[in-house]
């Protein structure tokens, strides 16, 4: 990872912008599929925190619950998203960010049971 200096002011919150965005792109995206697992015990501890506080909040416990748990969820992809941008690191910098930046790894051509016989591949 590369850490980035500009000296143009403008060019550099437009950058940190633009970093910001996609960062938050980004770990939204890799919560949603890497977190997935954990919706169960999301859910879980959701419902047994919206049942708990029925007694306390009748007309809005369910409401409470849900927004305190997504709003947290919100604040912790735009403080990662902060923090990285903040730091200098970029997207594009990252490795393991290939597919957001639309450069793709070279794969080897699938060889299949036929192709010896139809194929006009030249083997080494």
Not at 70 to 89: P, Q, R, S
Request: net charge neutral; aromatic share 8%.
């Amino acid at each position: 990872m590369v850490i980035t200096q500009d000296t143009n002011p403008t060019h550099g919150s437009l950058t940190r912008t633009r970093s910001f965005l996609v960062w938050s792109f980004t770990l939204t995206v890799c919560s949603l599929v890497v977190g997935f697992p954990m919706l169960v015990l999301v859910a879980t501890v959701t419902a047994l925190a919206a049942i708990i506080l029925q007694s306390l909040l009748p007309m809005s416990a369910v409401f409470v619950v849900v927004g305190s748990v997504v709003g947290f969820h919100v604040l912790g992809i735009f403080f990662g998203a902060a923090l990285l941008t903040a730091k200098g690191v970029h997207p594009e910098d990252v490795s393991w960010l290939h597919w957001l930046h639309g450069k793709t790894l070279e794969r080897t051509q699938p060889l299949y049971a036929a192709c010896p016989l139809t194929c006009d591949i030249v083997h080494s």
